[in-house]
């Protein structure tokens, strides 16, 4: 009924109506194996739209073309939303999409350009004084850091992303930090020098992954509590 609804709104050329009911369901499509289905809906509501509405549109498709491991059409779709976002100097959407062509570039192996990308994105939401953003950027930079075997600028990151989500009083925050750390330590340890270096960084690595699983199950986090337990 919905996708109905959709055809008759962009018949009747009310093409902004219509694309609420793509943002609504094209999600829905997917999951139900109709990706294509998905993907043409989204198509028509680029060609049918500009500014800011085509641009969410276009992120939409390039996160579908990610998910389904397309990630060089997906990393040229999101450069056109950033240009969007750029010419209409929207900030917030601007650093969003530059976390999200971060994350393509890493799944790409192209870890120095993905650094570059998330700075640039942590640079706009220190800007605007977006410290749950500023957190997550941080974040997402010490894993980068940590696959570059950049270990002490990778925990100076994650440490960085504690302390803000600490200011706000995230858990679910703080879980993913200490899990991070845990990680960092972890691969120190493979790449110490001597034994007990080695076990001082296991060590390390066991009391972040602990708490980590401590507040994974008070705020009843199930799935994150069972990759830190993996850990």
Known sequence: RALLWQAQLFQAGQHEAADDIVIAVYDVLARWGERDRAKALLQGSIRALEGPNKAVAQGNL????????????????????YATFEALDAKQQMGVVLSQQSSVLWKLGCLDEAIAKQVASLEIKVQRGDERGQAISLHQLSILHMNQEEYPRALERSQAAEALNRKLNSEAGLALNFHGQGLIFNRMARAADDESAARAHLQAALERFTRSLDIKRRIGNQSGAADTLGE
């Open 62 to 81: 390039a996160s579908l073309l990610q998910e389904e491991g397309k990630l060089s059409e997906a990393l040229a779709t999101y450069e056109q939303v």
